[in-house]
């Protein structure tokens, strides 16, 4: 069973390699992929980048002539409800795109509800927007239900819906609804949607009032990621068999 990864940012996938010591680089140049076996199963984790042009071009790239049994999202994203606490692992059951205002949602077995339930990861809404936004505003578009808001589900959502490939999506909340980041994505990140730490330094020496805020960020992120490739790991070290049922009862529609 061949199962594709995205993460957007090193930091989504970096406990993986201890989780998984076999997990070796195959390409070092962006987009950078890694691959690993596992009973019954072959593994490919690519490092997307940020944002909808980033995650397209990776996904153009990778998916060409390529048909995986199941494509999965691993990444971070912001909390929209106040049960999402920093470190909370979450599953997109359906996705929105602000900008397009197109709703995309997820039909899954009782099997892989069971394992949603049985590792604690909480099923929500995933708002996809091209730059974050007031997290407090957007809240209100969710109307109560616990959602997270990042910059690529929908988008992924959209390809694999296309491209009729089995897509799931799992997020862990780096920064709570009550958490101002304090500073912009687009200050920190290059052109393919990922963080330079030369842009980090910038934008604290511009405004040392982010220091607190890339402090406070990277703490959330530290646990986020943690929680998420836990449940990741979990879910992929289910029998392969057990997997290619629930990627069979995968259905991912627009409405």
């Known amino acids: 069973m061949k199962i594709v990864i995205l993460s957007a940012l090193p930091?989504?996938?970096?406990?993986l390699k201890k989780l998984f010591p076999a997990l070796r680089p195959v390409r070092k140049k962006p987009p950078k992929k890694f691959a690993w076996n596992l009973p019954g199963k072959e593994v490919i984790l690519i490092e997307s980048g940020m944002?909808?042009?980033?995650?397209?071009?990776?996904?153009a790239g990778e998916l060409e002539?390529?048909?995986?049994?199941?494509?999965?999202?691993?990444?971070?994203?912001?909390?929209?409800h106040p049960d999402l606490v920093a470190g909370s692992v979450c599953f997109a059951a359906k996705t929105r795109c602000i900008e397009a205002e197109t709703m995309y949602s997820f039909e899954f077995s009782d099997e892989l509800a069971q394992f949603l339930a049985e590792n604690q990861v909480a099923p929500v809404l995933a708002l996809t927007a091209q730059t974050p936004g007031n997290k407090q505003v957007l809240s209100a578009l969710a109307c109560g239900e616990p959602?997270?808001?990042?910059?690529?589900?929908?988008?992924?959502?959209?390809?694999?819906?296309?491209?009729?490939?089995?897509?799931?999506?799992?997020?862990?909340?780096?920064?709570?609804?009550d958490h101002d980041l304090g500073f912009n994505l687009e200050d920190i990140s290059d052109e393919q949607g990922r963080v330079r730490v030369l842009r980090v330094f910038a934008t604290i020496m511009k405004r040392p009032s982010t220091l607190l805020?890339?402090?406070?960020l990277w703490r959330s992120s530290s646990l986020a990621a943690k929680n998420l490739c836990a449940s990741v790991a979990a879910f992929l070290h289910?029998?392969?068999s057990e997997l290619a049922r629930m990627a069979e009862q995968i259905r991912v529609e627009k409405s």
């Open 213 to 216: 805020a890339f402090y406070l």
């Open 51 to 59: 944002g909808d042009k980033a995650v397209r071009q990776a996904l």
């Open 238 to 240: 289910r029998p392969a």
């Open 65 to 80: 002539g390529l048909f995986p049994e199941l494509l999965l999202f691993s990444g971070f994203a912001g909390g929209l």
């Open 147 to 177: 959602a997270v808001l990042d910059m690529e589900t929908a988008i992924v959502a959209e390809e694999a819906s296309s491209r009729q490939i089995p897509f799931i999506c799992f997020r862990a909340v780096s920064d709570p609804v």
């Open 11 to 15: 930091q989504e996938y970096a406990p």
